[in-house]
């Protein structure tokens, strides 16, 4: 999947759940904060981090939506 495609998806994904309408781009950064953390985390230990670069990556287009600077 392009990542073009990919955005679309996670745009379309955080609408339906209403994060535009409930969250602000604060909240979603200390979201990606936390999501750091716990790849951090999962780094130290050697687990698997494709989840966790994944909610990182969704939390950064949801701050460039709020912050209307999607491209």
Do not use: H, P
């Not at 609408?15 to 904060?33: E, F, H, M, P, T």
């Not at 953390?37 to 701050?63: M, S």
């Amino acid at each position: 999947m392009k990542f073009e495609e990919f955005e679309i998806r996670v745009i379309a994904w955080s609408r339906d759940r209403g994060i535009y309408q409930y969250s602000d781009s604060k909240a979603q950064v200390l979201k990606a904060v936390s999501e750091m953390g716990e790849l951090a985390d999962n780094v130290i230990k050697g687990k698997d981090v494709t989840d966790d670069i994944g909610d990182i990556i969704v939390c950064l287009i949801n701050v460039a939506v709020l912050s209307n600077v999607y491209m």
